[in-house]
């Protein structure tokens, strides 16, 4: 047990861990993250994942900490080392799912051999009563690559020995679909062997037994002992060759095993329509974890629970909450185990929690905020200019040759994903709110075709990923969400399906569920309840952040994950407004500006921010390239408009700072960088291809098309003014970019900074997103000390993003309190260029930081090729200070001292030597 305080949360580091980079690698990297102001390491799942895994969220055992990473030794050194430099752990949980099909996950492998007599049967959440006859008490393994019987035909599912287990299983793949023991005698007693005989009649003695699980192990040991004899595992393996498929008697010998199982055998293109399980989205190696019964909570959570009594955990992130049957539920009684494993220390719980427009994190599940992906969306509207929504959602209708705005882009993304790969998903809420109808006399007679029309039309038009009904129904918030959908749904509807909408209403939580009976009625009630929330999460971020994300792009700045696309922008009182509620009900909310599950990097965003104040230059530039690109496609196919001016944006806004067009090294490692996002955002679009059925003809004409441009002579000129155009907007970017991370580091909440990104980051979605980082690096830059002017003048290395985060993070050490809890005032701002200044104040006990940034600031650097203002173009534009500035002395960054008149300061003295500026009473 450790007997060290626990370390003060200030700032936390995202570290994504695998194979490549593991605990103790992380390890070696403590003193610079100590160096650079954090206090907390944020780490990706670290309990045992499937071999292999860049993430850790496919967990296979979440009984280990994960050998690959170095195991329970290599976390007791690294959190050791954090200690040493007074820091903390936080961990991410994967509670919603984990990873099945494969041979690596013992439950799943128990499930399958055993059903419902396994133990695990309870864990995953199956529906084992099905309509239809061929899954009734089955569960659907969608993991073939072809159907069945092909498959079958083929001798693609051979049947296998595992001598050293003694035990059977047939394999597909990386698949193995273990033999149930109650069938163990069908297979030994032709073995011609009497021992082997013998024990497969004891396997099949096993049948009467109430408990056969629990006798069928010594037979296992067993049956592996007698296959130690060559003679013996010469008979077995001479045994398996009759249920060779290949032969039409073995076809019929293996079949009929098959079938016997608890479990069916089907292609991967059967899930999306009958797979009975839940999975984590549409991902068919994921299954649903039914955390909310005691027994899996406990058996999931057990090993998270030793390293927080042992003091190695300081926090915990729970992954996609919205997974879950009771979000509420789960996160009050984790509180409570949390707070009684740690009582003399606070442990945060932080959720993943995608919000919605006006949606606000419920107060009562006893948590300390959400992962921050709001804040990024928070800071982007900051940075847009309203100006340009206009232009740019013009020229995006003219040029695209795509229909709609983005709400109609994520609408018809919601129609194709419930009919498509959450079709199952759909159906099976269809059927719980039938047999909800067919429970009451006067609704019986709804049809299962007018439910599943009424659900459809619900889903589609829901603005948050999912409500949070309980006994007593639906919250007010989520009152308002259901009237919105309704309007919707109406809309869309004819007439003749109103009144069953308006039936889905008072049984989704409009009704009282205490107003039931206890017993069945109120079972099918709150399964159905249950059922369509688990829906309308998965529904939303397939089709807004995986579909409709990479169809529309007005702005792509304005598309990533937790973002609200259907807005542009926010006035600067918006944001003043959001962190002052920030502060006052979750101040300890994490603030997030990149993450592991980010669209495009945090410095990208920034850079495209600048087209929304450049809207006629770009509409400029789109008029002058699309002719040009007609000659660099060798064929017709693609890419088609869309596609091509998704592309545009991509180039403009990841080109690194320090590549020109005519290196054909650098430009050949870019290439590789952009056709891999290219190909994911292809598929993702499912508009001209997609993951379940490429069309490889496009695909191949985009990537000769990113070829020609980026490698070929024939794309110079195009990429010449590609890249002319990336640079006049890369000042006025990195400029953005500071003034975000300056944000970030001291409003309201708890600044989470992802791995590599105190350097530039011009990284696209996963695995882009997850590249090595160069420590070494970033540890020599910060060894420097460059001063002010240097960092300026050398601003595309990243040095002067790094400065600005351990400059800051240092004031947030030296000041916790002010920070962690100051009073948040906003600071208003007067002159000619008022509006591209946002200004703020931070007091605690009389102590005062005061924060001025730029936004909207591409005019006023006009061709400066410096992120950095020159101080004469802010003429008279000046912030009114809270306090008597003659009474206080205000030093900023690098100390500098900026001069106040009596209670104001001109924006040139606070800007006049640096982009941005957080200044400190003394």
């Known amino acids: 047990m450790h007997t060290l305080s626990t370390p003060i949360l200030r700032a936390t580091q995202r570290l994504q861990f695998h194979t490549g980079f593991t605990l103790d690698d992380a390890r070696l990297q403590v003193p610079y993250f100590a160096r650079m102001g954090i206090s907390h390491l944020y780490a990706s799942p670290l309990l045992t994942a499937r071999d292999g895994s860049m993430h850790g969220y496919d967990v296979v055992d979440p009984t280990r900490v994960s050998p690959a990473l170095g195991g329970e030794a290599a976390l007791r050194r690294l959190v050791a080392e954090l200690r040493a430099h007074d820091m903390g752990l936080i961990l991410d949980v994967v509670s919603n799912h984990m990873a099945v099909g494969g041979a690596d996950n013992p439950w799943w492998l128990d499930l ?15 529906q084992w009563h099905s309509p239809d006859p061929l899954l009734e008490g089955q569960l659907l393994l969608p993991f073939l690559g072809n159907d069945y019987g092909a498959t079958l035909k083929a001798g693609e599912l051979p049947l ?23 069938d163990y005698g069908f297979l030994l007693h032709i073995s011609g062997q009497p021992d082997l005989q013998f024990l497969g009649e004891r396997f099949t003695a096993l049948h009467p037994l109430p408990h056969p699980r629990e006798h069928a192990a010594p037979l296992h040991a067993e049956l592996a002992a007698l296959s130690a004899r060559p003679a013996v595992l010469a008979a077995i393996e001479q045994q398996l060759t009759c249920f060779d498929a290949r032969h039409p008697s073995g076809l019929e010998r293996l079949h009929a095993l098959l079938e016997r199982q608890s479990y069916r055998l089907a292609s991967w293109r059967t899930a999306a329509d009958d797979i009975n399980w839940r999975r984590f989205f549409d991902v068919n190696e994921l299954a649903g974890l039914r955390v909310e019964r005691p027994r899996v909570f406990e058996a999931t959570h057990q090993k998270i629970f030793d390293l927080i009594r042992d003091g190695l955990v300081d926090g915990l992130r729970i992954d ?27 442990v945060p719980i932080y959720v993943e929690k995608i919000l919605g427009a006006e949606e606000s994190l419920p107060d009562d599940w006893q948590v300390d905020g959400t992962t921050g992906y709001e804040f990024m969306d928070q800071v982007s509207l900051l940075q847009h200019d309203p100006a340009g929504a206009a232009p740019l959602a013009s020229l995006w209708a003219e040029h695209s040759e795509r229909p709609g705005d983005f709400r109609e882009q994520a609408l018809l993304a919601r129609q194709q994903i419930l009919n498509g790969s959450l079709a199952g998903d759909c159906d099976r809420v269809a059927l719980a709110l039938r047999d909800v109808a067919r429970d009451d006399l006067m609704t019986r007679d709804l049809t299962l075709g007018a439910i599943t029309r009424a659900l459809q039309a619900l889903v589609v038009h829901f603005s948050v990923y999912r409500t949070y009904i309980n006994a007593a129904g639906r919250r007010a918030a989520d009152d308002e969400v259901f009237r919105r959908a309704m309007e919707g749904a109406r809309n869309d509807l004819s007439e003749a399906d109103w009144p069953v909408l308006e039936s889905l209403q008072r049984w989704l939580g409009g009704d009282n569920w205490r107003t039931r009976p206890y017993g069945r009625s109120r ?21 807004v952040e995986d579909t409709a994300f990479y169809r529309y792009g007005a702005l792509l700045s304005r598309n990533d994950v937790g973002f609200d696309a259907e807005r542009f922008s926010a006035p600067a009182q918006v944001f003043h407004q959001t962190c002052a509620e920030r502060l006052l009900h979750f101040p300890d909310n994490l603030l997030a500006t990149a993450t592991h599950d980010h669209k495009r990097g945090e410095d ?16 400029r530039c789109i008029a002058r390239w699309r002719p040009m690109a007609r000659a660099l496609r060798s064929h017709r196919e693609g890419p088609s408009a869309g596609d091509e001016l998704l592309l545009y944006q991509i180039l403009l806004s990841t080109w690194p700072l320090t590549l020109s067009p005519d290196d054909p090294h650098g430009l050949a490692h870019y290439n590789e ?110 060894d420097i000390h460059a001063p ?11 040095a002067i993003k790094q400065a600005v985060i351990a400059r800051t993070l240092a004031m947030r050490a030296e000041h916790p309190m002010l920070f962690a809890r100051g009073r948040y005032e906003p600071l208003h701002v007067t002159g000619p260029h008022a509006d591209r200044v946002l200004a703020f104040a931070r007091e605690w006990q009389g102590q005062w930081a005061v924060v001025v940034i730029p936004r909207l600031s591409a005019p006023l650097l006009q061709n400066n090729p410096l992120p950095w203002i020159n101080p004469r173009e802010w003429a008279d534009t000046r912030l009114e200070l809270p306090f008597d500035g003659t009474e206080h002395k205000l030093n900023g960054f690098f100390a500098h001292p900026v001069v106040t008149n009596n209670k104001a300061i001109r924006v040139s003295d606070a800007l006049g030597s640096f982009p941005v500026n957080l200044m400190i009473t003394t």
């Open 320 to 346: 996609h909450v919205d997974g879950l049957a009771d979000p509420r539920g789960y996160c009050r009684k984790l509180r409570r185990r949390v707070d009684a494993l740690a009582p003399d220390r606070h």
């Open 604 to 619: 990208c965003r920034a850079r495209l921010a600048v087209i929304s104040e450049k809207s006629a230059d770009y509409a």
């Open 112 to 126: 399958l051999a055993w059903g419902r007599a396994s133990p695990y049967a309870e864990f995953f959440d199956i």
């Open 673 to 782: 960088r952009v056709w891999q996002w290219q190909l994911k955002a292809l598929r993702e679009a499912k508009l001209d291809t997609q993951w379940a059925a490429p069309n490889e003809a496009y695909e191949q004409a985009v990537q000769a098309f990113i070829e020609q441009l980026l490698l070929h002579p024939q794309g110079a000129a195009l990429r010449a003014e590609i890249h002319a155009f990336s640079e006049q907007l890369a000042p006025a970017g990195a400029l953005n970019s500071l003034a975000q991370c300056v944000l970030k580091l001291t409003t309201p909440g708890v600044p989470d900074l992802y791995q590599g990104t105190e350097f530039w980051d011009f990284s696209l979605v996963d695995p882009d997103n997850r590249r090595p980082v160069d420590f070494a690096l970033r540890q020599q830059q910060l």
């Open 788 to 798: 002010a002017p240097a960092l300026l003048d050398d601003w595309r290395n990243g």
């Open 523 to 543: 079972k099918l009630l709150k399964r159905a309840c249950v059922r369509f929330q688990q829906l309308t999460s998965p529904t939303a971020a397939k089709a």
């Open 160 to 182: 296998r020995y595992d001598a050293q287990l003694g035990r059977f299983y047939t394999e597909h793949g990386h698949h193995h679909f273990p033999i149930c023991p109650l």
